[in-house]
């Protein structure tokens, strides 16, 4: 969202630094959370909205959620006590073999299955 944020520069600028260091992976649910916001938060067309998504499929690597991916994003929620959302965000995170999550709405150091930590960019 920060990429296209007019509002915040000061988290635009660190989204974008992300995306300068490194090959990142989104899923389909992050294009799906994006569309969502842009449309009803934002007010942004259709049109607009599948422009931007375009720019973030060019940009991203982007993991498709499968049925595997909600079967183990409910043994994650089991577990780790994570929203649904959540929990399917890490599942395609390591299902991708991500070492790091970015995330503002996790908690910054969780290191989950001893193999994945969630980061927040945007902690001061």
Do not use: W
Request: aromatic share 10%.
């Amino acid at each position: 969202m920060y990429l296209f944020s007019v509002d915040e520069e000061q988290k635009r600028r660190k989204a974008e630094k992300l995306l300068q260091a490194g090959a990142l992976v989104i899923s389909t649910q992050v294009l799906n959370e994006f569309s969502n916001v842009m449309l009803r938060k934002f007010g942004l067309s259709a049109q607009d909205v599948e422009l931007a998504c375009r720019e973030l499929t060019n940009a991203f690597t982007v993991s498709a959620v499968t049925v595997a991916t909600i079967f183990s994003a409910l043994k994650l929620k089991a577990r780790y006590g994570f929203s649904y959302f959540d929990a399917l965000m890490v599942s395609s995170a390591l299902e991708q073999g991500c070492s790091t999550l970015y995330s503002e709405d996790l908690q910054h150091g969780l290191v989950v299955e001893d193999r994945l930590t969630v980061i927040n960019p945007f902690r001061d």
